[in-house]
């Protein structure tokens, strides 16, 4: 792969003549902890499955002792590697794992080369081993050498996790922050983290799939650590402002940005097809479409045409009652995703928030939060994520029943999806799915781009398909006269859909759209279409900008209101696989113009669901008073008896 114009290239040349400094670091070195605790050895107290506790470990190289904090520690980490398990002869992971280590170090140590030749520190090294430093530039030299190993470590971290990602599977472990962090210069500081890395391999890594977690768990938790280091530290804007590419692994290196490797997830779930979607027409047909959407991707570019054009849905809402198919439509959306996918070459990540990222300890609910984010966004994969059930998983602020850790699912959340940093590329969708939506805290269910109602079978012929589809084919029921899943038929069901919501179903945005028509006819520019919209607002004040944006948006996916054709799916080369300027163009030019009754549909269906959402979470509160009021008076009447 070209390194791109704004990126330096770290040479192979470069990079292997630091191999030799990099082996002699893993044959082993002596280190004395000065931030980190060394403990005795102790068998791990397990809080739970992949969590463990921190042990330090004593050292099995004859000599030496782990009683004093400040005695040099042995550390042989080809050695610590190549025991885990307990075979005499290392293994192909163990060697992946001690390979991809030598290549970290050494891709850091050529970066802080690198660092060292661009900031005159090279200099200051030569001028300061010949007893020529000046004192006046004893300062300035203290911060170099801070800033370069801040800079080595972030990439040794850096490197470390993406050369290994490969090698990752379903085991983690938690190890806790990373402590010996120091900054007198690159080579101690390589040598702290090396040191407590081989500290933690010797606690929690018992076996291979957990050596690879360990290994990766440690890296995460450096790159954290450092960047929070290195955010106001003095002379660091060589490194931070500066990018490079390693070209043999595509490794890119862009300050303290994590870089991860690509890596998609091998979806385990049954796959729905479209027709096995009954019902839910408007639904089933965004979701197709947007599964298509997600694949115009520009991996290169880290872009999308549908992002840049305008029509993409990032976030999007599925409400309905229970058992009216929000998991089947995951299941589809899913499978469509997986088959496109494979057929490409692209790596597809899909991740579920689930009510286990609900923790009991402060901060950690967050941290699951921004995990599950973070996997889903990455711009090396597609990546589709769901929160099924939301309304258990983000508390409602104000909400006295919510947990502190439903609180902080829900900030991250909001941040994520509509916050001062949130960058849409196009490459990720997420869809929140709720029985009960009205229970979902109003500002988070707004940053929900678009809505699908999930409202199951409606039609006679619905019922029908969706009975012989449960029934199967083991029997021999005759059909009777019915052309099975003809109404299942999208582009007729989606039309009429579309159109049943010229006019609003709601009872209470019924009295505002009449109301407005009597007063100012029918809804045919502009003018008149805001007006409508300020009378939803009067009747609801929760109507605010925000859900006007929604409903631009959802009028500008209603102009690209076309679907993606099959082959270009099937074959990638036809559009996947061509150059972004190219995509973006046959896309424009399947663009339809914008009419006004795809903006009175788009009005209606946001703002019937806002209404629907009001009026549930209405009538539950008054159900919930009247039962009150009757418990208290069936109580007084109790006691009364009883007292007389």
């Known amino acids: 792969m070209t390194t791109p114009r704004d ?37 791990p107290v397990e809080r739970s499955a992949g969590l ?17 904090l400040a005695r040099p520690e042995g550390v042989r980490l080809i050695e610590r590697v190549e025991s885990v398990g307990g075979d005499d002869l290392p293994s192909p992971v163990q060697a992946a794992v001690l390979q991809g280590l030598r290549r970290a170090i050494a891709i850091a140590l050529a970066v802080g080369e690198g660092f060292s030749a661009l900031t005159g520190l090279a200099e200051l090294k030569k001028a300061n081993l010949e007893g020529r430093l000046p004192a006046a530039r004893a300062s300035e030299f203290g911060e170099l050498l801070a800033a370069e190993a801040l800079a080595v470590l972030s990439v040794f971290g850096n490197a470390a996790a993406f050369l290994l990602a490969p090698r990752a599977g379903e085991v983690t472990v938690e190890i806790g922050a990373v402590d010996e962090i120091l900054t007198d210069n690159a080579s101690l500081a390589l040598n702290g983290v090396l040191w407590e890395l081989d500290q933690d391999i010797a606690l929690l890594a018992s076996d291979e799939p957990r050596l690879v977690a360990v290994v990766l768990a440690f890296a995460e938790q450096l790159i954290e650590k450092v960047r929070l280091r290195g955010a106001d530290a003095a002379r660091i804007g060589a490194f931070t402002g500066a990018a490079w590419r390693v070209a043999a692994d595509d490794f890119p290196i862009t300050g303290f940005a994590p870089a991860r490797k690509v890596r998609g997830s091998a979806l385990v779930m049954a796959f729905k097809k479209p027709h096995e979607v009954v019902g839910n027409h408007i ?3 965004q979701a197709m479409r947007l599964a298509k959407m997600l694949m115009a991707y520009d991996f290169e ?14 976030t999007f809402m599925g409400d309905g009652k229970p058992g009216t198919g929000k998991t089947t439509l995951i299941q589809m959306m899913a499978g469509l995703l997986n088959d496109y996918c494979k057929a490409a070459g692209y790596p597809l990540r899909y991740q579920n928030l689930s009510i286990d990222g609900v923790d009991s300890y402060q901060g950690k609910s967050g941290q699951n939060a921004k995990a599950f984010i973070q996997n889903v966004i990455d711009p090396g994969v597609i990546g589709f994520g769901t929160i099924d059930d939301i309304d258990q ?11 502190a850790g ?13 916050g001062a940093n949130t960058v849409v590329r196009g490459n990720a969708t997420f869809g929140m799915f709720s029985n009960y939506p009205e229970n979902v805290d109003d500002a988070l269910r707004q940053r929900a781009g678009a809505r699908f109602l999930v409202d199951g079978p409606q039609t006679r012929e619905d019922y029908i398909d969706i009975l012989s589809l449960l029934l199967g084919k083991n029997h021999a029921i005759p059909l009777g006269a019915h052309d099975l899943f003809a109404a299942q038929e999208i582009k007729r069901a989606v039309a009429a859909s579309f159109e049943g919501y010229n006019r609003p179903h709601e009872p209470g945005l019924q009295a505002v759209w009449a109301a407005v028509e009597a007063r100012i006819g029918a809804l045919d520019t502009i003018a008149k279409l805001g007006s409508y919209l300020k009378a939803i607002q009067e009747a609801d004040d929760r109507f605010t900008g925000r859900a006007i944006k929604n ?4 009028v500008k996916v209603r102009a690209m209101d076309f679907e993606l054709p099959d082959d270009w799916m099937e074959n990638p080369d036809l559009f996947l696989f061509k150059p972004y300027d190219e995509k973006r163009a046959m896309i424009a030019d399947l663009r339809q ?17 806002e209404f629907r959402y009001a009026d549930k979470s209405d009538e539950i509160a008054i159900e919930t008073m009247v039962r009150d009021f009757g418990r208290q008076d069936a109580a007084r009447r109790r006691y009364q008896e009883g007292k007389g």
């Not at 463990?52 to 004593?58: D, K, L």
């Not at 998983?393 to 947990?403: H, V």
């Not at 914008?594 to 019937?608: F, G, P």
């Open 283 to 285: 639904a089933k047909y």
């Open 393 to 403: 998983i983000a508390g409602k602020r104000g909400d006295r029943q919510s947990s």
């Open 593 to 609: 113009p914008i009419t006004v009754a795809m903006v009175v549909q788009e009005i209606n269906r946001y703002a019937d669901s």
């Open 551 to 554: 409903i631009t948006d959802a």
């Open 301 to 314: 570019r880290k872009l999308n045409p549908f992002a840049e054009l305008g029509g993409f849905i990032f």
């Open 7 to 43: 990126e330096m290239e770290l040479t192979e040349a470069s990079v292997r003549a630091h191999y030799d400094t990099a082996a002699a670091l893993l044959a082993g070195f002596d280190h004395a902890p000065r931030l980190a605790r060394v403990v005795a050895v102790a068998a």
């Open 406 to 418: 439903q609180q902080e699912i829900t900030a991250v959340l909001m941040e994520a999806f509509a």
């Open 52 to 68: 463990g506790v921190r042990r330090a470990f004593r050292s099995t190289t004859p000599g030496l002792v782990t009683r004093s």
